[in-house]
């Protein structure tokens, strides 16, 4: 049976989150409802770890701007100005970095919100974008790049990439299966 939802982001300020590197500077702030990295620094962690999940997160990014949502720390879903737009590999906005393009575009431009849920079993994923499904029951072959480390494991932490460019979280929230 699925738990309830929880809020992983409270709104206010960044309890429950780390820094991937304490030691560097980070540049994220909580403010009115939403976690926004304002410029090039570093990665944000939760402190928790999750296995199977659904995931709700809505991000926001500015004209140019890159980041990723990191599931299980490992798992990279790209966070990229790129509508209209393919690369060379897997790099487009809600790609299984560089594994799997986004079936169908459904990116709103830079500065509108973009609303993800993500369910996450074992190794398969499936992802809908602003309501079209993106990803549909695709198995992940292992970590994509820029993770916390090269294993599959059953649990991780969710991170955010925080090293590419400024980017807006809000409405982030959980449950496990």
């Not at 909580?30 to 999940?53: M, P, Q, R, S, Y």
């Not at 398969?124 to 292992?142: A, E, M, P, R, W």
């Amino acid at each position: 049976m699925d738990s309830e939802w929880k809020e992983i982001f409270n709104g206010n300020d960044l309890t429950g989150w780390q820094m991937r590197h304490a030691d560097r500077e980070h540049a994220w702030v909580a403010h009115e409802g939403i976690l926004e990295n304002t410029k090039h620094a570093v990665d944000i962690i939760t402190e928790d770890e999750f296995g199977d999940f659904d995931l709700h997160i809505e991000y926001l990014f500015p004209e140019g701007s890159n980041s990723g949502i990191y599931l299980r720390g490992r798992y990279e879903l790209q966070i990229l100005d790129s509508l209209g737009n393919t690369y060379d590999y897997p790099a487009e906005n809600g790609a299984l970095y560089n594994q799997k393009r986004p079936d169908v575009e459904a990116t709103n431009p830079a500065g509108e919100w973009q609303i993800m849920d993500v369910t996450l079993k074992g190794m398969v994923l499936t992802v809908t974008l602003n309501g079209k499904k993106i990803h549909d029951n695709v198995t992940i072959s292992g970590p994509t790049g820029g993770q916390l480390g090269d294993d599959n494991p059953v649990k991780g932490p969710l991170m955010l990439q925080g090293d590419h460019g400024p980017v807006s979280f809000r409405n982030i929230r959980i449950r496990e299966h």
